[in-house]
């Protein structure tokens, strides 16, 4: 496969899955209505960061299936932490299961640290780049509980 078709597919199918989620959520957002705790970004800058990481994600993935270093732990990490991340707009914003939410969320920061660890034993660069995802979620993490514990 060309260099240009890994790369678009990697960037795609993350992109895809955000969009799908957010579509399915987009009705169900009550972001703006919540209590907010310190340091809560305006809602508009959600789906930008989004899309910044997907694109990052797509990338990092895409370098590893361009050098052929792409082994099944890698896809079973990558492709389930994408699966953990798809769930969580759902608990927390269509279904409001906050605490629940939470616990996901934290499941997700496991299984990114994971797969940064993974990707950098195959290539740095992979890896350096889902470090803004890891702290983007942690930080969504923080949102997540603090958002919980001020709405109960």
Do not use: C, H
Not at 77 to 98: C, D, G, H, M
Not at 104 to 109: C, E, F, N, Q, V
């Amino acid at each position: 496969m060309s260099k240009f078709k890994i790369f678009f597919k990697s960037i795609l199918i993350p992109l895809l899955i955000g969009g799908i989620v957010g579509f399915i959520t987009s009705n169900s957002i009550d972001y703006n209505s919540l209590i907010m705790p310190p340091f809560a970004p305006p809602g508009i800058l959600f789906p930008i960061v989004w899309t910044i990481l997907y694109i990052l994600m797509g990338v990092s993935y895409g370098i590893l299936e361009y050098k052929s270093l792409v082994d099944f732990k890698i896809n079973l990490i990558y492709y389930f932490q994408l699966f953990v991340n798809a769930l969580w707009p759902i608990f927390f914003f269509t279904l409001k299961w906050r605490f629940f939410a939470f616990l996901w969320i934290l499941l997700l920061d496991i299984l990114v640290i994971l797969m940064i660890e993974t990707f950098y034993k195959k290539n740095k660069i992979s890896a350096l780049l889902q470090i803004p995802y890891l702290i983007w979620i942690i930080f969504a993490t923080y949102l997540n509980f603090s958002i919980w514990l001020l709405n109960k």
